[in-house]
């Protein structure tokens, strides 16, 4: 097995240029950084980071939910996602915690700057000095930027506003747009002078900051929801909630390519490859997609597939039926259990609560003495993860009625069973 791994990690990273995808996730990828020697980072749904320099990636794990947000810096790697966290790779240590879901990250050569949901950006100084928090604006910061020299940081949120700060002193100084819908996702062209925002409502729109003109890219696809500029800032790559990827040519304003990206679900992460050659791109797919730029749309698509959890509901029992739709996404049956945000459910029966090794447990559930069985099992989704366990990694989610319980525990009992 181990030399397998190995062997697959020599495998480089496919010439750029061509079409190839990453896999190895358990869960869709929420979000892709590109390093200047070629390494690939991928925020995923299933809890980890993965880190590729060839198809078998190394797995930074820690996060204890959903991470949404990577990015590079120097030799470290910063995280961040649903479980509040900022953390820094190699290692994981927490560097930063708000008080709610982190959804956008930017660096500077001084700072990590985090937008959260809990209405506050944070500035996380990279000397491990003070940090400063930025805000309460209000209402939920979904991206931030750094200006080219690091002085100042653009934030969009919620409330529609885009707003400018002065990273020394943390005051905000601007608000250059009052949008009425919430902006997702913001690009920031030092060099030429302007700012892209992608929003709620569909809106993709260009600011020029030395004249304050607006250029208007919208199509009727709603929400935007990732946004990428190529190395050279001729290429503006716009992904959005129906899975379409719309090029823009920023040399001469105009769109260049528009395509289904995904035939499932959003496109949620677009991120060009350092030579400018490959558009990457992530949504519901456990894989990362990367199309040269060059022939983008007339390569597979991501999704093209249905999952295992969406097979005909009509045709599963009860029990499989609730498995599929409340517990598939983030736990396997299988021995080797493919990659996921939870830990195989295979042999659950009997098994003491946070012992299956290799997976990366909260405390809590390793310190609790609960073994699972049908009582168990029967109470955590009677009272919900959050009353049977507080403190747990599980999400929050109750089964009301019993006969569901009963049917899904009757479910796993048949098909979680070890082989002997
Ligand atoms: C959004 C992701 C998610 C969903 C959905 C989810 N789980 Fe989990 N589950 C987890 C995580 C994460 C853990 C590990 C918790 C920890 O370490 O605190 C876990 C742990 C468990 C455990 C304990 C495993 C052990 O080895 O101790 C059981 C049992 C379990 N889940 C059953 C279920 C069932 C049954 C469902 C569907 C009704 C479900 N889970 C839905 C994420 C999820």
């Not at 950084?33 to 820690?62: C, H, K, M, Y």
């Not at 929003?199 to 003109?213: K, P, W």
């Not at 496109?267 to 558009?279: I, K, T, Y």
Request: with cysteine; charged share 20%.
């Amino acid at each position: 097995m181990r030399r397998l791994a190995l062997a697959l990690a020599l495998i480089p990273l496919p010439a750029l240029a061509e079409f190839f995808t990453l896999k190895g996730h358990g869960g869709p990828i929420m979000g892709i950084a590109t390093a200047p020697d070629g390494r690939i980072a991928t925020a995923s749904f299933d809890n980890s980071v993965g880190l590729w320099t060839g198809q078998n990636p190394e797995w930074l794990e820690g996060h204890e939910a959903a991470v949404n947000s990577v990015t590079f810096n120097g030799t470290a790697i910063y995280s961040a996602g649903d479980d509040f966290t900022l953390r820094r790779w190699p290692g994981g240590d927490v560097v930063g915690r708000h008080k709610g879901k982190i959804v956008g990250l930017a660096a500077s050569k001084t700072h990590i700057a985090t937008a959260s949901w809990d209405g506050t950006i944070g500035l996380w100084p990279m000397d491990g000095s003070r940090p400063i928090q930025l805000g309460p604006t209000g209402s939920g910061v979904n991206a931030v930027v750094f200006s080219a020299d690091g002085t100042q940081l653009y934030s969009a949120g919620a409330d529609g506003t885009l707003r400018v700060w002065d990273v020394g002193s943390g005051q905000e100084t601007d608000r250059l747009i009052e949008h009425g819908f919430g902006i997702n996702e913001l690009v920031l062209n030092s060099q030429d002078g302007w700012i892209a925002y992608g929003a709620v409502d569909g809106v993709t729109r260009i600011l020029d900051l030395t004249t304050g003109d607006v250029r208007d890219f919208s199509l009727d696809r709603r929400p935007i929801l990732a946004l990428a500029l190529s190395p050279d800032r001729s290429k503006l790559a716009v992904g959005d909630g129906q899975g379409y990827i719309m090029m823009i040519d920023t040399t001469g304003w105009r769109i260049v390519q528009d395509f289904r990206a995904t035939l499932r679900g959003p496109v949620w992460a677009l991120a060009f490859s350092e030579d400018g050659q490959n558009l990457h791109a992530g949504g519901i797919d456990e894989a990362m997609y990367s199309w040269p730029v060059t022939s983008l749309g007339e390569q597979s698509q991501m999704a093209a597939t249905e999952p295992s959890f969406l097979k005909n509901p009509e045709e599963m029992g009860n029990g499989e039926r609730q498995f599929a739709r409340k517990c598939s996404i983030c736990h396997s049956l299988t021995p080797a259990g493919q990659r996921r945000a939870g830990p195989t459910l295979h042999g659950i029966f009997g098994r003491e609560a946070g012992t299956l090794p290799g997976y990366f447990y909260s405390d809590t559930l390793q310190d609790s003495d609960i073994v699972w069985n049908e009582e168990t099992i029967n109470a955590l989704f009677d009272e919900g993860p959050d009353h049977y366990i507080p403190g747990s990694k599980m999400p929050m989610q109750r089964i009301t009625q019993a006969q569901d319980r009963i049917d899904l525990i009757a479910f796993l009992r048949r098909t979680t069973a070890p082989e002997d």
